[in-house]
């Protein structure tokens, strides 16, 4: 049956390009784990932390892998963080006080299309200065998924740490060289080409943006 979790695991495998043993890592187990549940049906059901954190991970409702039937009117919010320092868009901005507070809640289910991330890994920080104009302004709130860092860094916008200063940019991987260059989105600003990934400290991935309407 295509909606069988054992048949919508593999398909989302096949269509985005996931390996089983990777999946295994992930929740945690065996590398062989996610095959023998694929192929063999053992075990016959996943466990609820399993079963969640693969939901999470492909953004899909947990009853496709086996779990109870959600509720389409139902929403559980889960607040997200907001950290008191500013990335700099600009010159760059000094980190103080680099603490989070509960500060704004999403849709559980929502966030989860969203990203994989549990919410201990999500951020919410605010844009300083224009560089990143127009894709983000002055003032807007950014929503930094800190698992989106290390090797699994691809084309996109993140927040680095330079020295003292946070600053948000585009990054654009070289296919070849691996090297990285550092962009601004406004044309005002000068790129840094041809950096090396070790001398770039990623705090995290800006996976979603939202501003005050003028």
């Known amino acids: 049956m295509p909606n069988e979790p054992r048949a919508v695991l593999e398909r989302l495998c096949l269509e985005r390009g996931e390996d089983f043993a990777s999946l295994s890592r992930m929740i945690g187990r065996n590398p062989a784990y996610i095959q023998q549940f694929v192929r063999r049906g053992t075990p016959r059901r996943l466990p609820e932390a399993e079963r969640r954190t693969l939901a999470r991970y492909f953004g899909i409702a947990e009853s496709l892998l086996g779990g109870p039937d959600e509720d389409p009117l139902a929403a559980t919010m889960v607040p997200v963080g907001r950290s008191a320092v500013r990335a700099s868009a600009g010159p760059g901005a000094i980190p103080g006080d680099e603490r989070t507070r509960a500060y704004f809640a999403f849709d559980e289910r929502w966030l989860r299309r969203l990203t994989g991330a549990g919410t201990s890994e999500l951020t919410l920080i605010r844009v300083e200065g224009d560089s990143m104009s127009p894709t983000l302004a002055d003032g807007d709130d950014i929503l930094v998924d800190r698992s989106e860092a290390g090797e699994r860094l691809r084309d996109g916008?993140?927040?680095?740490?330079?020295?003292?200063?946070?600053?948000?940019?585009?990054?654009?991987?070289?296919?070849?060289?691996?090297?990285?260059?550092?962009?601004?989105?406004?044309?005002?600003?000068?790129?840094w080409p041809d950096c090396r990934i070790e001398d770039i400290h990623v705090i995290g991935r800006v996976i979603w943006a939202g501003r005050r309407v003028p």
């Open 157 to 191: 916008i993140y927040v680095l740490r330079i020295e003292d200063a946070l600053v948000v940019k585009r990054l654009a991987l070289h296919p070849i060289t691996h090297r990285v260059t550092v962009q601004s989105d406004n044309p005002a600003y000068s790129d």
